[in-house]
């Protein structure tokens, strides 16, 4: 049994999978409540026994974050905990980016894709917006967007006249009203931004993509986009269990 992570600004997700590479229980938990007691419940609702797991493998861009759960796994068993960057990835994919600066899940979402045949574009509607630029087993970087999520509760936290309000589509682009009004603004505000940035990366590598978009968002953006979308949430795990071939 292996315990694989995906540490994110906002979100922690855990999962236990089998040496046959199938996920068998997922579980989350909000990252800034990760600490020993937390991290208690969520892994024995994992498995009932630590010392069955044989590898624990993390993406993370929460440093901090890592440390307290590389912590919590040394005092409970012998199997080293590691995060993607202590691995050489360079041998499952080349990178052309500054390696520190780049995050892991946007490394290891990636890997979870590349192949010697197609290139991607991974659209990620996480805490940031971002795009990944895969050409077969190339990973070219990508550009970092502000996050819907996080930019409409800001709007919220600023304009003291917008409520906090649950985007959707929304079929009219003029509004008659404050909530309308924030939802027509986002909605075919990113749905632009989106379309926009997939064209300008098209013209600038010179080559035919795969879009696979992922993250909670995705759902509301994936039939009003321009070009054909592939939806896969479990993007950055599938990457985490390639990656851990590499522990031995």
């Known amino acids: 049994m292996y315990i694989f992570g995906d540490i994110g600004n906002s979100e922690t997700k855990l999962f ?11 579980i989350n938990l909000p990252t800034n409540y990760i600490n020993n007691r937390n991290l208690d419940k969520k892994i024995k609702f994992l498995t009932k026994n630590i010392k069955d797991i044989e590898k624990i493998l ?10 307290l759960i590389k912590k919590y796994f040394s005092k409970r068993t ?28 946007r490394l290891a979402n990636a890997i979870s894709l590349q192949n010697n045949r197609d290139n991607f574009i991974i659209l990620d509607f996480g805490t940031a917006t971002t795009f990944d630029v895969v050409v077969k087993k190339d990973y070219r970087g ?36 404050t909530k309308s009004a924030v939802q027509s603004g986002f909605f075919w505000g990113y749905l632009g931004l989106i379309d926009n ?4 990366i098209k013209r600038e590598i010179g080559y035919s993509f795969k879009l696979v978009i992922t993250g909670g968002y ?10 054909k979308v592939i939806q896969n949430k479990d ?7 390639k990656i851990a071939k590499l522990i031995k």
């Open 235 to 241: 993007i950055t795990i599938k990457g985490l269990i």
């Open 197 to 200: 940035i997939i064209n300008l």
């Open 142 to 177: 990508g550009i970092i967007a502000p996050g819907i999520k996080i930019s409409l509760d800001t709007l919220s936290d600023k304009a003291s006249l917008i409520p906090r309000i649950n985007l959707k589509k929304i079929n009219h682009i003029v509004a008659n009203n």
């Open 218 to 227: 995705s759902d509301l953006f994936k039939d009003s986009l321009k070009i």
């Open 78 to 105: 012998k199997v080293r905990c590691y995060e993607i960057k202590d691995l050489n990835l360079k041998s499952l994919i080349k990178i052309r980016v500054n390696f520190s600066q780049v995050g892991s899940d």
């Open 58 to 67: 993390f993406c993370s861009v929460v440093p901090k974050s890592f440390i």
């Open 16 to 26: 236990l999978v089998n040496k046959k590479e199938k996920i068998l229980k997922r």
